[in-house]
């Protein structure tokens, strides 16, 4: 196994967005409750 010099994000990061897509990790279902943020999260 050989490591490349300098990192190549193209290749790595197309395998993974692929990934991500093929199994729908940027899905989301609607609901009815009422939508909320955190700005500051609890420790």
């Not at 899905?27 to 609890?42: A, F, G, L, Q």
């Amino acid at each position: 196994m050989s490591l490349a010099i300098k990192y190549n994000p193209k290749d790595i990061e197309n395998k993974w967005y692929d990934y991500w897509m093929k199994n729908n990790y940027f899905h989301s279902t609607p609901n009815d409750k009422e939508p909320y943020t955190i700005v500051i999260p609890p420790p």
